[in-house]
Nanobody
Framework: QVRMVESGGGLVQAGGSLTLSCAASGNIFRINDMGWYRQAPGKQRELVAAITSGGSTNYADSVKGRFTISRDNAKNTVYLQMNSLKPEDTAVYYC??????????????WGQGTQVTVSS
């Protein structure tokens, strides 16, 4: 069993910064793609940013230039640095990882979510 534990959410004023972390632990053979998603009240969950095991990244248009995703493969951890935060960034943020348990067995594992609230 693999767990994804998130930290770093909170309340911040518009224009401020936060850094989210998400660490995977358990029976891990390797981790491929990792990503951050968010879900605002009344809205569908959406992809914020993703990173491959090789370090290639992609971002939602709404966060390009403000958010940076990174990972530490040795620690099985993914980060999301969020700068110039806006009230519309308010949401529950979830991390997700494609975790391999052996050469061919894998599953998508989600974190429990962390609240980010940006006040105007």
């Amino acid at each position: 069993q693999v767990r994804m534990v998130e930290s770093g959410g909170g309340l911040v004023q518009a224009g401020g910064s936060l850094t989210l972390s998400c660490a995977a632990s358990g029976n891990i053979f390797r981790i491929n793609d990792m990503g951050w998603y968010r879900q605002a009240p009344g809205k569908q969950r959406e992809l914020v940013a993703a990173i491959t095991s090789g370090g290639s990244t992609n971002y939602a248009d709404s966060v390009k230039g403000r958010f940076t995703i990174s990972r530490d493969n040795a620690k099985n951890t993914v980060y999301l640095q969020m700068n110039s935060l806006k009230p519309e960034d308010t949401a529950v943020y979830y991390c997700k990882a494609k975790v391999y348990y052996s050469t061919y067995r894998y599953s998508d594992v989600w974190g429990q979510g962390t609240q980010v609230t940006v006040s105007s």
